[in-house]
């Protein structure tokens, strides 16, 4: 594939990241315009497979996303739904390209901590290859992706928004009075989200309850920094907090998904005629660290739920 094959056929117009007046839609205006110009300065590196480029690129389309359907009365609901609807689409496949890579990476620090005598048989191999194969395999649908003239309307439809928000019915109303208000829902769908949680017993429930309310932290965080751009410091503490609880949780998750990509491993290696005790040594430190993470979260939650008088 070419450098340039999955370029818009128009130049990307330029667009302020700085908001320009007062309104709500002007501050969300800003703040997705440099969601944009992040996501399309990832290209050539997403072309490349390159790790950092693929995190840019997701970060960028989790905070459109969430600015996009957070704010939904300062925008043209019918002209921003399906963008994120694409958005949704080009997540999941960054998702499976860069999930392996991190995996692989926390496998092969914990290998690298493990004494000599404790890594017993080709373990570094086998997760090199098995987490290297996933992200392969999903590089391909990513790259397909970017190569189609989808994902070119998509990126132009985004440059759009970015210089020119299309109004809602609410736009026209004062950003530090309106944003507040919007980010305040966001919060309450967290707060719901970690209550479940937290009156779940230990389990699989639990943990998916977690990986849920984990993705509600990051819309709370979102919604807090578009806010901030209006209320100031209050919003920003608050996104930093909600931050601290998103990665809590992360680490919660990633250490799970870890316990069962190794216990798939030890399987296979069982099968190979393989000593899997080093794998198995393995699981029992992720299921250690997930105990750490989600300790560690239930005391990022508890700073998260105090001080929000910004949000009225």
Same mark, same amino acid.
């Given at each position: 594939m070419s450098g340039t094959s999955d370029a818009?056929?128009?130049?990307?117009?330029?667009?302020?990241? @700085?908001? %320009?007046?007062?309104?709500?839609? @002007?501050?969300?205006?800003?703040?997705?315009?440099?969601?944009?110009?992040?996501?399309?300065?990832?290209?050539p590196g997403l072309e490349a497979g390159e790790d950092d480029a693929v995190h840019d690129a997701r970060v960028a389309t989790r905070r459109l996303r969430t600015a996009l359907g957070v704010f939904r009365p300062v925008l043209d %609901? @019918?002209?921003? @739904?399906?963008?994120?609807?694409?958005?949704?689409?080009?997540?999941?496949?960054?998702?499976?390209? %860069?999930?392996p890579a991190v995996e692989r990476d926390a496998l092969l620090r914990g290998l690298e901590r493990e004494p000599d005598e404790l890594v017993v048989g080709p373990v570094r191999t086998r997760v090199d290859d098995d987490r290297r194969a996933a992200r392969t395999t999903a590089l391909d649908p990513l790259r397909t992706h970017l190569a189609s003239g989808a994902h070119r309307r998509t990126l132009a439809a985004l440059a759009a928004l970015a210089e020119d928000l299309p109004a809602g019915p609410r736009a026209d109303e004062p950003a530090d009075r309106l944003l507040p208000r919007r980010a305040r829902r966001a919060w309450r769908r967290f707060d719901a989200a970690v209550g479940r949680a937290l009156a779940l017993p230990p389990g699989d429930a639990r943990d998916h309850a977690l990986h849920e309310a984990r993705k509600d932290a990051r819309r709370a965080r979102y919604a807090s920094e578009v806010a901030a751009s209006a209320v100031g410091r209050p919003a920003h503490r608050s996104a930093g907090r909600a931050k601290d609880v998103q990665s809590a949780l992360g680490d919660h998750h990633d250490a799970r998904v870890r316990q069962a990509s190794l216990r798939r491993m030890a399987m296979e290696a069982h099968l190979d005629g393989q000593n899997t005790f080093t794998l198995g040594r393995l699981h029992g430190l992720a299921e250690a660290a997930a105990d750490a993470a989600e300790r560690e979260a239930v005391t990022a939650i508890d700073r998260a739920r105090r001080r929000r008088g910004w949000l009225g």
């Open positions: 818009p056929s128009t130049p990307l117009p330029h667009a302020s990241a @700085e908001p %320009r007046d007062g309104t709500a839609r @002007e501050h969300v205006r800003a703040y997705v315009a440099a969601a944009v110009a992040a996501l399309v300065a990832a290209g %609901r @019918e002209r921003v @739904e399906p963008l994120r609807d694409d958005l949704r689409a080009l997540g999941r496949l960054l998702g499976d390209v %860069r999930d």
